[in-house]
């Protein structure tokens, strides 16, 4: 391989190096998201949604700097030496996993604040039905006092 393969492949690890540290940690975060919705702390989950946001524009401009190699990745990936070749499978290997568990994760936090939602609405909905309930018998007990002339009743 001349230098500037070596060049290239050297490049190709370092970004898929970058790109797998990447990976990892919008993985751990994915996994304290879920303790974070499900106990309940809003205000830490908008954190870890921040720092996730962070990660998934870092990994936007990654891509961008990985598009060179993936315009020709048949052709460069053959003329990698072994050892370069099999790290970079590695890293690829590693880095679709943890994209995978991310997908899955979210898929499954979506799923808990969805049915988180539906169960606050029927909440406010029983509380809705409670004021009109209360507020019927409000007028009901009106009505019964005017009925009896303005005199208070009592027992």
Known sequence: MDHTGQVQSGQLIDLLTEQHERYRRLRELSE?????ICGD???????????????????????VSL??????????????????????S?????INASLQVILKNDHQDSALLAARKQL????LSDLGGTRAAGTAYAKASAAQVRAVGGAEVTG
């Open 32 to 36: 304290q998201q879920r303790s974070l």
């Open 41 to 63: 702390r809003p205000e830490q989950l908008l954190s870890i949604l921040q720092e996730r946001q962070s990660l998934v524009n870092a990994l936007t401009k990654l891509n």
């Open 67 to 88: 598009a060179p190699f993936r315009r020709n990745w048949d052709e460069m990936y053959a003329a990698l030496p072994d050892e370069i070749r099999r790290r970079a």
């Open 120 to 123: 606050v609405a029927n909440e």
């Open 90 to 94: 590695e890293l690829l290997g590693e």
